[in-house]
């Protein structure tokens, strides 16, 4: 049985500011593989790194401003470029590309699909990148763009495992990122079902829970405490 892999969700967010270089940095040190993080799309055409579609609720959304003002008023919100090198020489990244109906910076067209491929196409990234979306518009036009990118269908925690399973394998998607609360009782049927799918699971911040997952073959977990996770499974095969 492979070592199951752990990400850093948004970074070490349990310690620091999520979505910042210091939280992928310090998850790296922590002993985490990875980081999972958020991208949006300014107004000029960057990509920055935020969970939600402004800095602040009344706030002026990201994709209304160009990227230095974003500077100049968020200095801490991260380039898709800070956060590779916030990574080291092998740290995994799994890329979320939000694309939202309702949201401010919602983008039938796939605009942020399009700028992750040229942002993985102009970097050595090999094969430590994970591209992940709950829309799955996005992860099609990921996949037209460039087939070798490995993409991971995000499912909602409503949404049955099996269906989950079956829409990521009919995708040609690497995982099937599922909700813990979906996950945690089934996890032996899931990863038998799955089969060659990976089956990663968010977001996992109880050791039990960890150690579950981790015996049942999960191939990876999410994290706001990778540090607790990385104490919890090492020493595990």
């Known amino acids: 049985m492979s070592r199951m892999l752990i990400y850093g969700h948004r970074g070490a967010s349990v310690d620091v500011r999520p979505n910042t270089v210091d939280a992928y940095e ?59 090198s916030a990574l080291g020489p092998s ?45 799955t518009q996005a992860l099609d036009a990921v996949k037209s763009l460039d087939p070798a990118i490995r993409t991971g269908l995000l499912s909602m925690s409503w949404l049955d495992p099996m269906v989950a399973l079956r829409q990521a394998r009919d995708g040609g998607h690497v995982s099937a990122n599922l909700s813990l609360i979906r996950t945690l009782d089934g996890a032996e049927q899931i990863v038998q079902a799955a089969g060659d799918l990976d089956v990663l699971v968010w977001t996992v911040n109880d050791p039990g829970h960890a150690l579950t997952l981790a015996d049942a073959g999960i191939a990876g977990i999410f994290t706001d405490d990778p540090g607790l996770m990385v104490e919890v499974l090492s020493g595990r095969e």
């Open 26 to 84: 310090l998850a790296i040190e922590q002993g985490a593989d990875g980081v999972e993080l958020d991208v949006r799309r300014t107004r000029d055409g960057a990509i920055v790194i935020f969970h939600d579609d402004r800095p602040a609720p009344d706030a002026t959304p990201f994709v209304e401003m160009d990227l230095s003002e974003i500077r100049a008023t968020t200095p801490w919100i991260p380039t898709l470029d800070e956060a590779w």
């Open 91 to 135: 740290g995994l990244l799994d890329i979320e590309i939000k694309n939202i109906y309702g949201q401010a910076d919602y983008d039938p067209t796939q605009r942020v699909a399009a700028g992750v491929v040229r942002w993985i196409a102009e970097h050595d990234t090999g094969d430590r990148i994970l591209v992940s979306s709950f829309n």
